[in-house]
């Protein structure tokens, strides 16, 4: 119940007219998001003995107003934080002393520009949404989260879900390139069935996510490269 009021109140608040650098707005809205994943935070299923996991999610923003973030990136390795990217401005920020390890791998900043390159195709893929039909409150969040196992005998198992503000449509199978609605009304993402996006999705999550997910959890000299900062500033065209 306490939840529920909180939930409530947070997205009735992110409804208040905004104006350009208004810091009650910037707080509203950042109650929202907070809102939103708490709402997200669902821990992952139960893995068995000698099972590791790596989940991205991605928050987006369609119409961000002034002071609020388009798109966000958050990374969890065995469903502790340890990235926090930001889209618009391509910064990368490690988080804790999970983070600052991996950001010394060498597939650190391929992941980045991976994550970019996902991130720039939802935000494609949104355009063809109306998202007021998954949601009847403002503001609206697109939310896809990609997570990757790899079982103790080394298999890796990949999946996608997708929603907004707080509720998950769709679910895609990655091992089997398959999509299951998971809540009555998931018609209004139905575009995201794409062959594209399903390939996309596939390769995503099995292959560059079980490739990092090995590597994270197997630092050597080898894959590690010398580093000056935890922060990174990345370009992308």
């Not at 139960?46 to 989940?55: D, E, I, M, Q, R």
């Amino acid at each position: 119940m306490v939840f529920e009021a909180l939930a409530g109140a947070a997205w009735k608040l992110a409804r208040v007219p905004t104006g350009r650098g208004n810091p009650a707005a910037i707080l509203c809205f950042f109650l929202a998001v907070l809102v939103l994943l708490l709402q997200l935070a669902e821990p992952l299923p139960v893995a068995s003995a000698g099972t590791h996991s790596l989940f991205y999610e991605f928050i987006i923003n369609p119409k961000p107003l002034p002071g609020q973030q388009e798109c966000k990136i958050q990374g969890q390795l065995d469903q502790k934080i340890f990235l926090s990217y930001d889209y618009v401005g391509a910064k990368a920020i490690s988080m804790g002393v999970l983070g600052g390890k991996l950001n010394s791998t060498k597939s650190w900043n391929y992941q980045l520009e991976t994550l970019q390159d996902v991130a720039t195709e939802f935000k494609q893929q949104v355009w063809d949404i109306k998202l007021e039909d998954c949601a009847s409150t403002d503001p609206h969040f697109f939310m896809a989260r990609m997570t990757c196992l790899q079982k103790a005998d080394g298999n890796i198992v990949g999946f996608w879900d997708f929603g907004c503000n707080g509720k998950v449509f769709l679910h895609f199978h990655s091992n089997n390139k398959t999509w299951e609605d998971l809540l009555t009304g998931s018609r209004c993402m139905k575009k995201l069935k794409n062959v594209e996006l399903s390939e996309l999705l596939y390769r995503t999550s099995l292959y560059d996510c079980g490739s990092w997910l090995k590597e994270y959890l197997e630092p050597s000299e080898e894959n590690l490269q010398t580093t000056e900062s935890s922060w990174k500033t990345l370009s992308f065209k």
